[in-house]
T-cell receptor, first 114, second 111 residues
Framework: KAGVTQTPRYLIKTRGQQVTLSCSPI?????VSWYQQTPGQGLQFLFE???????NKGNFPGRFSGRQFSNSRSEMNVSTLELGDSALYLC?????????????FGPGTRLTVL | GEDVEQSLFLSVREGDSSVINCTYT??????LYWYKQEPGAGLQLLTY?????DMKQDQRLTVLLNKKDKHLSLRIADTQTGDSAIYFC???????????FGTGTRLKVLA
């Protein structure tokens, strides 16, 4: 099976712009989670989608949003980019998102905001 | 609270054993996980332990679980320079099924 894929792998944007990141989960997985990783804050949970519904949400401002499509692919959007949004954005998928489902990560999208 | 705690840094010599510790919060977690992250990469699943086990061994990796103290450890035998990475422990919240990750321990292996 192919692993979790994320596109693009690298992105450079300027302050005030918006960005959309894409994640394709492992085939058959219906839960997709997004994380932001920065050197200062570590790994921060953004949100989780399951069957096109947001199931869990982290403590991020409304500029961060996401969605999931019927084929389980997910996108996250950041509007009005700030310098502090520069980070590695990681996507992870698992089967049904239950307590015994193992989560697998993609390689990440490195976003740089200038 | 949701904090899963790990020490930030660990430095060992090549060939020695490394022990990375983690304190978790949810005593109802079914599985506890260890992930490895190499520079610029995503997190790679290393191993996991079921909550009714005390120990799990997988080649050079040994996971120990102390449920009473909510303490998890990862021992890497014969540590190699390729083991240099950040190691994250994770629990799964029994109510929300959300993964809760530790702060990560940066392991540096000295040749």
């Amino acid at each position: 099976k192919a692993g979790v894929t994320q596109t693009p792998r690298y992105l450079i944007k300027t302050r005030g712009q918006q960005v959309t990141l894409s994640c394709s989960p492992i085939s058959g997985h219906r839960s997709v989670s997004w994380y932001q990783q920065t050197p200062g804050q570590g790994l921060q949970f953004l949100f989780e989608y399951f069957s096109e519904t947001q199931r869990n949400k982290g403590n991020f401002p409304g500029r961060f949003s996401g969605r999931q499509f019927s084929n389980s692919r997910s996108e996250m959007n950041v509007s009005t980019l700030e310098l502090g949004d520069s980070a590695l954005y990681l996507c992870a998928s698992r089967g049904l998102g239950g307590p015994t489902d193992t989560q697998y990560f993609g390689p990440g999208t490195r976003l740089t905001v200038l | 609270g949701e904090d899963v705690e790990q020490s930030l840094f660990l430095s060992v010599r090549e060939g020695d054993s490394s022990v990375i510790n983690c304190t978790y919060t949810d005593s109802s977690s079914t599985y506890l996980y260890w992930y490895k992250q190499e520079p610029g990469a995503g997190l790679q699943l290393l191993t996991y332990i079921f909550s009714n086990m005390d120990m799990k061994q997988d080649q050079r990796l040994t996971v120990l679980l102390n449920k009473k103290d909510k303490h998890l450890s990862l021992r890497i035998a014969d540590t190699q320079t390729g083991d240099s990475a950040i190691y994250f422990c994770a629990e799964v919240d029994s109510g929300t099924y959300k993964y809760i990750f530790g702060t990560g321990t940066r392991l540096k292996v000295l040749a």
